[in-house]
């Protein structure tokens, strides 16, 4: 007996060098755009952003004459039978990526995290197990596996970028039109679990699946309530803006001669002080972010919305890269 195979897809990645791949999504893989041939779109019916997806490719460079392996190529370790790893090398090349997808257009799918090599074909697409074994009932609200791997990647990024520390800030995505899922209250956000993250609804906040929703989860909640384009969130406690807020009003933070610093100032507003956790709080983020996609909120940090995960951390760290400019140009 033979088999065909008929590539549905080709992967479009930053990722053009197969050194450059990560060995899992979730070890720092990236956005990226999956193209489907023009006979395959029809499969695409249907298909939101925000859901669980599993992509199957076929991994064109691997060594198919491959029998065993070294576990993720480390030397030290004992050799196994390529069909108790994951290694892409073996027989039938055949990559398994949990992916959550953030976007459709005419035809072209953005997931992420995706560790696959720019050119991958793909063989096919299936929906998350998580959300294919859903019957209803608990297991039903289980979140996509990939939506925790890019909850997972966003908060290692912004731990080692310096927004966030310890146990401090929180990071939601926006799953569908009725939840969401965010970081736990005290997870640590460099090293975050699975365990660590919670489902809960938009509308009431009640909690789903997962562990202790984080207490900041009011002013997740109010943002995806007003502001519908938000598909994640991001609230950091940046060093810079946070000193820079001390020693100048709110209303004069970034005010520097730099091009850069007019384009951020328009995007940003800020709210008062009040207690984190607080319905106040969540009310006046909520309330901010129906006109701006950055929110600084005195006396306790910062927060922005954006259609993925992706771009709120850029935003993230640009008015922070400018208040750093700020406090050295002010001489504080």
Not at 94 to 117: F, I, M, N, S, Y
Not at 214 to 220: D, N
Not at 247 to 266: M, Q, W
Not at 315 to 321: A, F, G, Y
């Amino acid at each position: 007996m033979t088999a065909e195979l008929r590539f549905i897809g080709v992967v479009r990645s930053s990722l053009k060098d197969i050194g450059d791949c990560p060995k899992q999504g979730d070890e720092g893989g990236v956005e990226a755009w999956v193209d489907i041939h023009e006979e395959y779109r029809a499969g695409l019916d249907s298909l939101r952003a925000g859901q669980g997806l599993t992509l199957l490719t076929w991994l064109h460079e691997a060594d198919r004459s491959v029998l065993s392996v070294h576990p993720r190529g480390d030397t030290g370790r004992p050799r196994r039978g390529v069909f108790n790893t994951r290694s892409p090398a073996r027989p039938n090349p055949v990559g398994l990526h949990e992916v959550r997808l953030t976007a459709v257009e005419d035809g072209r799918l953005k997931v992420a995290p995706l560790e696959a090599l720019d050119g991958t074909p793909v063989i096919d697409i299936k929906t998350s197990f998580d959300q294919r074994s859903g019957t209803g009932g608990a297991a039903s609200h289980a979140a996509p596996q990939g939506a925790a791997a890019v909850l997972r990647h966003a908060c290692r990024t912004a731990w080692e970028r310096g927004l966030l520390s310890g146990f401090n800030g929180n990071i939601s995505l926006r799953i569908d039109s009725d939840t969401c899922l965010v970081t736990c209250t005290g997870s640590v956000k460099g090293d975050l679990h699975a365990e660590d993250t919670a489902l809960v609804r938009i509308d009431s906040g009640e909690r789903l699946a997962g562990g202790v929703p984080s207490s900041e989860t009011a002013m997740h909640l109010a943002i995806y309530r007003s502001q519908p384009q938000a598909q994640a969130v991001v609230h950091t406690h940046p060093p810079c803006l946070l000193a820079l807020g001390i020693r100048v009003a709110a209303d004069e933070l970034l005010r520097i001669p730099v091009y850069e610093s007019d384009l951020i100032r328009r995007r940003m507003t800020s709210v008062p002080a009040h207690a984190p956790g607080s319905q106040e709080l969540a009310q006046a983020a909520g309330e901010a972010a129906r006109t701006h996609e950055a929110v600084y909120m005195e006396r306790h940090g910062l927060v922005c919305w954006a259609g993925t995960v992706r771009q709120a951390l850029a935003l993230s760290e640009e008015i922070e890269h400018l208040a750093g400019m700020h406090l050295r140009a002010s001489g504080i």
